[in-house]
Structures are given as structure tokens and as C-alpha cells.
């Protein structure tokens, strides 16, 4: 491949768009970009702290509020850890090894990406609710899922389980498998292989899937909405108390609240950005360190 730096100004010229082409192209980029992103991000702040920091620290720990941050915290910490374990387990299924089902699989994963959140907990509701398939069992068990912490969960594992997955599948495909099978040459075992060979390859892949299965998991709202029965203080994450004190004509309760779900969003594109940069870099010292080989 031939390196840029040596081209001839006359070819860098002929690669590059006018000058007036990458103005307009830019100015369009910065207008949508303020228009559907930044004015909408100050807009929520703005409206949070319209009514002074006083109102704004009685909104966001209303016991309410609380309730509802609790909530989502909790479903985030218990599904994206098994989403966690489920796209590791099923990208190094995929990428290193030939099994029948394996386009199945891949259907699966992909699955949630085709299915509108709505539909997602509209079906748990038809599985799990009173007049469900499973509904009578569960009730004479005293098992509750809809309406519950466990239907909010299960619902936001099934919207959020691709995105670990579909991080670490290209990944892995793209590294094959020349290391993993010089270390089982070498007489490491399957474990031996996947904790000090296969893992430290992809880690950064995997911290970006888990960024952003993070976000979604605290950030969604169809599915869990449609579970959770929208009882205040127990079934109401972060989304829906938003929705509900909107509806009431709480503006500054509901925008103070949604500067939370805000700010955890800066903060999710800050972190994406970061092992970006980080997965770049690390990708350059590889070809480089393979190019002086």
C-alpha cells in the first residue's frame, strides 16, 4: 500500500475535494449537529435549571426519583453482566469455531435489531402476564413477572444482549485464529487459550460493547414500558418517571431528571470516544510492528 506522505502534491490534489465542496459539506455536519444534538442536550439543562438549583435538588432526590434511579441501576447491573457473559461466549462460539447452527445463532443475536422494543414486551406480558401462557402457573406459585422487577429486567436483557455480541464477532473474525492454535500446539488448555490469548485481543472490543449496552439498558423505554405497569416507586426506572412527570405538567421535575439520563449519555460518548482513540492506536502499533517485521 502506498503511503500518502509520498504523493505528489498533483495526486493529493486529485484525492481531495475542492475547497468549497469541504466547507459546505462541513457547515452542513456543524448545522445538523447543533440543530438535532447540541440545542436539544442545552434545552434539557436549561429547562432543568430554569426554576434554580433548589427545585432541581428536590426533583432528582425525590423519594419517587430515587426509586426510580434505584431501579435502573439495578436492571443495568444484573443485565449487563449476562449480556456481558452471553456475547463473549457466543462471538468466541462464532468467530473460532464451525458448528451446525451457527447461522441460527447469528440470526438470534441480531433479533432484537428487527423487533420494535414495544413488540418485545408486549410479548413477555403474552408469556408471563396474568392471562398468559405461563400467567396461571406462575400466580398459583406466587411468581410474579409483568408488572415486576423481573419482567423490567428480562426485558431490557433481550433489547440489550446484541450489542456485546455484535462488537466482539468482526472483531474476533477479523484476528482468526493463527494464536489460539500455536497455544494449544504449545499444550495450553481451552481455558488457557481463551483467558491469556483470546480475551487480552479483544478487551477494549469488549469494554465498548459493555459502554453501550450500559446506556441502553438505563436508557430504554418501549420495552420496559410496556412491563412494567408503571407503579410509582416500584416498577418506574429513570424513562418512565420522566414520562410520568412530564404528563403531569412537571416540566423542571421531568427535565432535572432527564439532565440525569444527560449527563449519563455525555458521559457514554466521552468513554466511547476514548477506546476509540485507544483500539486506534493500539491497531497502528500493530500494523506498524508487523510492517518493520
Known amino acids: 500500500m502506498?503511503?500518502?506522505?509520498r504523493l505528489s502534491p498533483a495526486a493529493k490534489d486529485a484525492l481531495t475535494e475542492p475547497a468549497p465542496v469541504r466547507w459546505l459539506l462541513t457547515g452542513l455536519a456543524l448545522v445538523f449537529l447543533a440543530l438535532f444534538l447540541v440545542v436539544p442536550l442545552v434545552s434539557v439543562f436549561v429547562q432543568a435549571l430554569d426554576k434554580g438549583w433548589d427545585t432541581y435538588w428536590t426533583a432528582i432526590t425525590d423519594p419517587?426519583?430515587?426509586?426510580?434511579m434505584r431501579l435502573t441501576?439495578?436492571?443495568a447491573a444484573i443485565?449487563?453482566?449476562l449480556n456481558l457473559v452471553f456475547g463473549i461466549s457466543a462471538s468466541w462460539a462464532i468467530a473460532k469455531f464451525t458448528f451446525r447452527g451457527k447461522n441460527l445463532l447469528i440470526t438470534l443475536i441480531d433479533?432484537?435489531?428487527?423487533v420494535s422494543p414495544v413488540i418485545s414486551g408486549l410479548i413477555y406480558v403474552l408469556l408471563f402476564g396474568l392471562q398468559g401462557w405461563l400467567g396461571p402457573w406462575l400466580a398459583a406459585h406466587g411468581l410474579k413477572i409483568v408488572f415486576a422487577v423481573p419482567g423490567i429486567v428480562l426485558a431490557t436483557i433481550f433489547v440489550t444482549f446484541p450489542f456485546v455480541a455484535r462488537e466482539l464477532i468482526p472483531l474476533m473474525q477479523a484476528q482468526g485464529t493463527e494464536e489460539e492454535e500455536a497455544a494449544l500446539v504449545l499444550g495450553a488448555s481451552g481455558w488457557q487459550v481463551f483467558y491469556r490469548v483470546t480475551l487480552p485481543n479483544v478487551i477494549w472490543g469488549v469494554l465498548y460493547g459493555v459502554i453501550l449496552c450500559n446506556a441502553r439498558a438505563m436508557g430504554e423505554f418501549g420495552a420496559?414500558?410496556?412491563v412494567s405497569g408503571h407503579i410509582r416507586g416500584l416498577t418506574n426506572t429513570m424513562p418512565l418517571h420522566v414520562e410520568i412527570l412530564y404528563n403531569e405538567y412537571n416540566f423542571a421535575a421531568a427535565f432535572a431528571v432527564a439532565s440525569l439520563l444527560a449527563m449519563l449519555a455525555l458521559f457514554t460518548l466521552a468513554a466511547k470516544t476514548v477506546l476509540e482513540r485507544k483500539v486506534r492506536r493500539d491497531t497502528k502499533a500493530t500494523a506498524d510492528s508487523f510492517v518493520r517485521e
Open 224 to 226: 420496559v414500558s410496556v
Open 64 to 68: 419517587e426519583a430515587l426509586a426510580a
Open 2 to 5: 502506498h503511503d500518502p506522505s
Open 79 to 81: 443485565s449487563v453482566p
Open 73 to 75: 441501576l439495578l436492571t
Open 111 to 114: 433479533l432484537p435489531f428487527s
